[in-house]
């Protein structure tokens, strides 16, 4: 990489809700507010910011399954034609267009396309890839959809909570949208010592 050229971030950007469920938000209980133009074009913004998208399995197996059908919008276009990484050890053949699989090596090929991507990458979704990023050093910010909403159900893969390693994080921007919706914006601070 050249030594003039800032390192590409990797920037998380996952629904939550107030109780921690971050599994299936398509089929969280609609709130019946009024939206907010803001959201969408923060989501466009985000993915036009990067050139390359990451995933873990189950994430891509909700997303291959809705955008390749939809187009004629600047983040379903974008999303189909951005070179797209899942991390799966058991994924062989990828029908989503212009989509890699990463098994093996799942540390050291990230970190490589990180050395070699002009842009940002993004990760959608919470799982076992973001705590790996997070465990290697590899996640640099975090964005976090607040949803108002309690869903009251979840087992430990729809929770935000679980094993990780114990990470500080500063806050840089909070937006709230008119649905009561607050979207969170951290930089990783790194990993944090152990209490004594």
């Not at 599994?23 to 009024?34: I, M």
């Not at 090596?105 to 002009?118: A, F, P, T, W, Y």
């Not at 590899?138 to 009251?152: A, M, N, Q, T």
Request: one cysteine or more.
């Amino acid at each position: 990489m050249e030594p003039w050229r800032a390192m590409p971030k990797i920037i998380n950007s996952t629904f939550i809700t107030i109780d921690g469920v971050v599994g299936a938000p398509d089929s969280w209980p609609s709130l019946d507010r009024p939206g907010d133009d803001r959201a969408g074009r923060m989501h466009v913004d985000l993915l036009l910011s990067c050139d390359a998208l990451l995933m873990g399995r189950r994430t891509y197996e909700g997303f291959a399954a809705a955008w390749p059908t939809r187009s004629g919008d600047p983040f379903s276009d974008g999303i189909n034609a951005i070179p797209k990484y899942v991390v799966s050890s058991t994924l062989t053949d990828p029908a989503w267009n212009n989509t890699q699989v990463i098994d093996g090596d799942v540390v050291g090929r990230i970190r490589q396309l990180k050395d070699e991507s002009g842009k940002d990458i993004v990760q959608y979704g919470f799982g076992p890839v973001s705590r790996l990023l997070l465990e290697h050093g590899l996640l640099d910010e975090l964005r976090l959809w607040v949803h108002p909403l309690i869903v009251g159900r979840g087992g430990p893969g729809d929770l935000l909570f679980g094993e990780a390693p114990a990470i500080g994080f500063d806050l840089t921007d909070t937006t709230t949208l008119n649905d009561g919706t607050v979207i969170l914006n951290y930089r990783t601070d790194g990993l944090l010592a152990a209490a004594a």
